[in-house]
Each structure stands twice: as C-alpha cells, then as structure tokens.
C-alpha cells in the first residue's frame, strides 16, 4: 500500500507571500496525484491533479503542483497567498488498480494566512 | 448541484446509543466510500463498496456497518456508539476506473458520543 506524507502540519505565511506546501509519496510505481482543499467546517473539495503529462499542473485559486517522480514528491506552491486561502489541504496519491479501495490521504497540512 | 448529501450534519450520542449517518449521491457513481476525520490524523477509510450490493472494509471498520441497497444510497451504522467514535465522518463518492477519477465528498457530519 500507498503511504503519503506531510511533514508539515501547520503552515503561518503573511498575506501576499509565496507558500509551498509538500507532499511526498512512498513508491515510485505510476501513480495519480491529487491535492484536496478543505475549508472550516466543510467536506473537501479538488484543487488539482496529476494523472500524466506536463509535470506542472495549474488548479484553482492560483495554485499549482509539481510532479517529480525521482524525488517522489508532489509539492503545492501558490506565488501569493490571500486570506481566504486559510484551510486544511490534503494531498492523495492513488494507484493505477482498479479495486475501488486505492486513494491515500496525507494527515493535512492546516495553513494559516496572516493579514 | 447536489451532489454527495450526508445528513445530520451534528449529532450528540449517549455512549451504547447506535445511529444511522445516512449518504445520498446523486451523480451515478458506482464507488462509495466513508471516512473518518480526527484531529492531525488526517482522513481513515471505514469502509467503501464498488456497487449495489457489494461493500468491503477499509482500514477502520470496528464498531460501524454499513449497507449498499441502491446506487445512490451508502448509510454508516454505528452500534453502540463509544467514545472513541467521536468524531467527524465524510462519504464521498466517484465513478469507477483506474484511480485518477476525482473522489467528490459531502460536507460532513459531526458525530460526539459523550
């Protein structure tokens, strides 16, 4: 099984500065890349995904991802950040089987815009 | 746009009470699936189901069942509720295929067993 790691927890950034967010996954194998956004008291909700192609891929709300395969990582970067960015993000790895049961959620990241 | 629809959205158990989370989607998709939510411990799979009829565990199913009578219909039971439940469930759904199919998720239910 897929494990997929966030090391960070809680991201502060003031408003209008650069932020990144990492994710890195545990195989190497082919894999599909997703980040999830979660606001207060809300389900989550798709920012974007990596199924093939250009490694970099645009989202909504300004954010984008980079896929990099050696290094197994799927990095979240936004230039720069507004308030209402505050939330939970998930990054998701899913593998290429087809047995329902293959998405694998990091522990979230909660980042903090400060005005 | 309905979408993945949880209800309730806030609940208080009494410990050993049991409840039923009902998930209604109406977007076709043959995979369903309930997570549970807890603080810094991100999302946990308690179970999914691949189709009418069929449902399988995920890595959480002690103290819940579940039942997958119609397409749209997933309901979480939880049987004598502990307070170890507490916390927040999600279902979410998608349609079948290799993995790179968005996983669309309800808003939640807030669940506190006291």
């Known amino acids: 099984a897929q494990s997929v790691t966030q090391l960070d927890s809680q991201v502060p950034v003031f408003e209008e500065a650069p932020v990144e967010l990492r994710c890195n996954y545990s195989?190497?194998?082919?894999?599909?890349l997703f980040w999830y956004v979660q606001y207060p008291n809300q389900g989550l909700q798709l920012l974007l995904k990596?199924?093939?192609?250009?490694?970099l891929v645009k989202g909504i709300n300004g954010f984008e991802a980079e896929f990099n395969k050696s290094q197994t990582s799927f990095h979240l970067r936004k230039p720069s950040v507004h308030i209402s960015d505050t939330a939970e993000y998930f990054c998701a790895v899913s593998d290429p089987s087809n047995t329902g049961n293959q998405f694998y959620f990091g522990t979230g990241t909660s980042l903090t815009v400060i005005p | 746009n309905a979408g993945v629809t949880q209800t309730p959205k806030f609940r208080i158990l009494k410990i050993g009470q049991s409840m039923t989370l009902q998930c209604t989607q109406d977007m076709n998709h043959n995979y369903m699936y309930w997570y549970r939510q807890d603080p810094g411990m991100g999302l946990k799979l308690i179970y999914y189901s691949v189709g009418a009829g069929i449902t399988d565990k995920g890595e959480v199913p002690n103290g819940y069942n579940v039942s997958r009578s119609t397409t749209e219909d997933f309901p979480l039971r939880l049987e004598l509720a502990a307070p170890s439940q507490t916390s927040v469930y999600f279902c979410a759904s998608r349609s079948p295929g290799t993995g790179g199919n968005t996983i669309y998720f309800g808003e939640g239910s807030w669940l506190t067993v006291v």
């Open positions: 990596y199924l093939s192609g250009s490694t």
């Open positions: 195989s190497s194998v082919s894999v599909y």
